[in-house]
């Protein structure tokens, strides 16, 4: 059973691993093709890398938690574009990733308290 399947409860999946939550973010603003997530996940310049076996591998087992989901139309059938698979991000997975940006915002905010890092 998925985590998904057991509970609607956002903080059960915390703390996300980072690509995980990379790729929420990328979700959270438009839906994406595995390349595309690739690209935007590098692009953020945060030091996650997704190598596309891995990619997929990480792509289903969101998708079979709920956070994600595979989304149909998302560009006009006929084109060369039609043939990738898009992903978008589910409600759960907004949700998710809301508490997981809460969750980093109090670590921050412990290692300010710590002076790790200078204050905002």
Not at 5 to 32: C, G, H, K, M, N
Not at 56 to 61: A, D, H, K, P
Request: hydrophobic share 40%; net charge positive.
């Amino acid at each position: 059973m998925s985590k998904a399947q057991s509970t609607t409860d956002p903080t059960v999946f915390l703390p996300l691993a980072p690509a995980d939550f990379q790729l929420l973010l990328v979700l959270s603003e438009r839906d994406a093709h595995a390349y595309g997530l690739s690209k935007a996940v590098e692009a953020a310049k945060t030091g996650v890398k997704l190598e596309i076996g891995s990619l997929y591998r990480r792509l289903t087992r969101m998708a079979a938690d709920g956070l994600i989901e595979e989304r149909e139309g998302a560009v006009p059938p006929d084109t060369p574009e039609s043939r990738r698979r898009y992903y978008g991000i589910t409600k759960l997975g907004r949700r998710v990733a809301k508490a997981e940006a809460a969750r980093l915002r109090s670590v921050l905010e412990l290692a300010e308290s710590k002076k790790l890092i200078a204050s905002r």
